[in-house]
């Protein structure tokens, strides 16, 4: 066609200017022996876990016919139950809501409470969706600072809140890829900042908080209309592949989130494993404690072996210092192991595998160890 211009690239596409240059979140699936880079949950789901999917599957198959639930009631109800049981405080339906996963999730917040002309602010290294949906939803991404050790340096963070004045603000507990947890005050102190500067939206992502040594930081939400805790399904319920999130807020939240969902959002099928799912709640987190005690064991056996290690509250470890974590990465998946490399300069992640995985994980480590001291 006449004056038609080659395509090479998205680049060379009439995308937004805020997203050219930009990559796509994604791990590398490697076929090794023992991979450990994204933070799945290595136990399979139990046999009557799987059954009893198959017949809420089945039962839900039957009326594919129709538009599934678009509340997600019984879901919301069940999540509830659970958050109340699980985080000593009690939740409703009416605080609760859920969706495709904790990215969606968060998608639908920064639709909400972000968009053109507003801005959200994340404290890094931590989870990259947070400025990657910021991006895709034409939210102001702005990186906030974090102490060497990666803790939060809550004077610093007052301190960006205050200049930046975001219209979001995200706290990541226990903190993805570093592993550390943030204590109750850091986010009541920030909440007040956040308000101070202008009401804020403060969103706690708990992802991985099953996995850590302290509770939650759900009873936070009480009194404040403006804090939202954010969770998934993918890691403690060993669910990854179900894609299911879910959020406890103050109702108004869940009605104002409403206002962007997509119709019937979450299927008839989705709904209906994750009720399974929540059905086996006792199983499930008797296989997060068995992760706990190997994530421990990690932490203690690499610092044995001559590894700094940042302190873990997640189903993984970050562990270094290396002059060249690219090339770590490397030696360790010619081992056999594929580890994650998050960018993040001197340092590597692994996730808590079995107790084989595990091993064959730190046998690896350990020849690289020897190898660099040589």
Known sequence: MEGARAVTGID??????????KSPYGAPQLDVPVQLNTNENPYPLPEPLVERIAQRVAEAARGLNRYPDRDAVELRTELARYLT???????SRANVWAANGSNEVIQQLLQTFGGPGRSAIGFEPSYSMHGL???????????????????IDLDAAA?????????????????????????????????????????????????????????????????????????????????????????????AVVDAVQLVRLPYHLSAVTQATALAALEHTDTLLGYVEQLKRERDRLVTDLRAIGWE??????????FGRFADSHEAWQKILDRGVLVRDNQVPGWLRVTAGTPDENDAFLDAVRELKKEYDA
């Open 12 to 21: 060379d596409l009439p995308i937004r200017d805020e997203l050219r240059g």
């Open 85 to 91: 049981r699980t985080a000593g405080h009690e939740v």
């Open 133 to 151: 949906i910021a991006r895709g939803t034409g939210t102001e991404w702005i990186s906030g600072p974090r102490r060497e050790d990666f803790t």
């Open 159 to 251: 301190a960006a809140i205050a200049e930046h004045r975001p219209d979001v603000v995200f706290i990541t507990s226990p903190n993805n890829p570093t592993g550390t947890a943030v204590q109750a005050g850091t986010v009541l102190a920030l909440y007040e900042a956040a308000q101070a500067a202008k009401p804020s939206l403060v969103v706690v992502d708990e992802a991985y908080v099953e996995f850590s040594h302290g509770p939650s930081l759900l009873p936070l939400i009480e009194g404040r209309p403006n804090l939202v805790v954010s969770r998934t399904m993918s890691k403690a319920f060993g669910a990854a592949g179900l894609r299911l999130g879910y959020l406890a807020a103050h109702p």
């Open 309 to 318: 290690v940042t302190e873990s509250d997640a189903n993984f470890v970050q």
